[in-house]
């Protein structure tokens, strides 16, 4: 009786609590551990006179990422027998995708990059894989996560004490105001989704930690950021709402809703478009310089626009990108093209942002039936999922370095594949 309890309850107990903790222990080493060893090495390029060297971490991810993996397959394979399983056509749309970055090798401009940058974001599709097959709640897998943010939160808080503020704004304890930017406006959707739970202690955490995290943003100066967490949860709120009320899908709503958006930014309404929209947010009508990178990219698509150019091989690989010959120092030094699409077409063309934004809409699919079971989990993924969608219009992050956005993505993309018990995980 014994041995069974043993083996049959507690072993296998600890295991699923385990596996549903493994999306917050990236989130951790992301928000937290990495940062606070590795941060105050690191001195931000400075774009007009050149980069400056910084400490690298290559070390640290060599082991954390590998063996959280590890630590992964061994929780799959000890419950082989309870564990979950995948979608047959969402397995297999991941799998085109990851397996044509991986393809873009062949012609990239400097291969190695293209497997070595690829590998880490597998590893961290892995390391998620045991929570969305074992867990048996979402919840289980997003209060982990919550309470990471609110270490972050609480940390960055107490980081004002020692910290010096740059000339640009707040760092925290990253590397760069902007980071601090978003790893706030994270927690801000996490402390917003905490309001959602029937647990008196983390609705009052979440409570406490929204002014807190608006006081980061301001002194962070990151306007973005601050931005969108103002505008993001009112819309994923209406999303919602609509989705329970009139019951329009998710994904038909977000098409909906993109079209307009799309032709005013675009100048469909005489007198009004993007510029305007970035003099009034910032004061200058190039996105702070960023439409002159966006240019020079659609000018590089141009020349390769259904293979691209080969994942994270154009910007950031020394003399062979051709942006090292441009003689604006700007375009010359940027690390990428401040803008998500634009560089997901520039490095795998037409065929990455095809299969890519099938598996958005595949998220969204996902979120949308998970909407109609939790409403607060399902508010809290339309407000990442809308999150990333808009902040790539300004930034790349879409599988561009290791960020809390790119753990969030991954851990969607693996929910919606994944089947508990016959059903999805919600």
Not at 210 to 234: D, E, F, N, Y
Not at 317 to 339: L, V, Y
Not at 356 to 362: D, E, G, R, V
Not at 414 to 422: E, F, H, M, Q, Y
Request: proline letters at 5%; aromatic letters at 10%.
């Amino acid at each position: 009786m014994s041995d069974a309890v043993i083996h049959g309850g507690i072993g296998q107990g600890y295991r699923r609590r385990l596996a549903a903790l493994l999306p917050a222990m990236d989130l951790a080493y992301l928000m937290l551990v990495w940062p606070l060893i590795y941060a105050r090495g690191y001195v931000p390029a400075d774009l007009s006179s050149g980069p400056v060297a910084e400490a690298q971490p290559a070390l640290l991810n060599r082991l954390f990422f590998p063996g959280l993996a590890a630590l992964a397959v061994i929780l799959l394979i000890a419950e082989r027998h309870r564990i979950g399983r995948l979608r047959l056509l969402g397995s297999c749309l991941l799998v085109a995708f990851f397996g044509y970055l991986a393809l873009t090798s062949a012609w990239a401009l400097v291969p190695a990059t293209v497997l070595t940058r690829l590998s880490l974001y597998v590893l961290l599709l892995i390391s998620l894989i045991p929570a969305v097959l074992l867990a048996d709640r979402l919840d289980d897998i997003l209060r982990p996560m919550f309470w990471v943010t609110v270490a972050a939160v609480a940390v960055n808080v107490a980081s004002i004490a020692v910290v010096h503020t740059t000339s640009i704004g707040f760092p925290g304890i990253y590397t760069h105001k902007n980071t601090l930017g978003a790893n706030a406006t994270i927690a801000g959707l996490f402390a917003i989704f905490a309001l959602t739970r029937a647990d008196h202690r983390i609705r009052m955490a979440g409570f406490l930690c929204l002014p807190a995290i608006l006081g980061l943003l301001l002194i962070s100066q990151s306007k973005t950021s601050l931005g969108l967490l103002l505008l993001v949860p009112p819309v994923a709120l209406f999303a919602v709402a609509t989705r329970r009320r009139l019951r329009i899908a998710l994904p038909i709503l977000m098409v909906v809703l993109t079209i307009p958006a799309a032709f005013l930014v675009s100048g469909g309404v005489p007198g009004f478009d993007y510029r305007d929209i970035s003099r009034a947010v910032s004061g200058d009508p190039s996105f702070t310089g960023r439409t002159d990178l966006w240019k020079f990219s659609a000018s590089q698509i141009a020349e390769r626009p259904i293979t691209g150019w080969g994942f994270q091989s154009f910007w950031g690989i020394g003399a062979a990108s051709p942006a090292t010959k441009m003689t604006d120092t700007f375009i010359a030094r940027a690390p990428h093209s401040h803008n998500g699409y634009i560089d997901m077409a520039l490095e795998g063309g037409l065929i990455a942002v095809s299969l890519f934004l099938s598996i958005i809409l595949m998220v969204a699919w996902w979120i949308d039936r998970l909407v109609d079971r939790d409403a607060g989990a399902g508010f809290l993924m339309t407000s990442c999922l809308l999150y990333m969608l808009w902040q790539n219009l300004f930034e790349t992050d879409w599988l561009h370095g290791t960020t809390t956005s790119n753990v969030l993505l991954m851990l969607m993309m693996a929910s919606a594949v994944a089947l508990r018990n016959g059903r999805s995980l919600t």
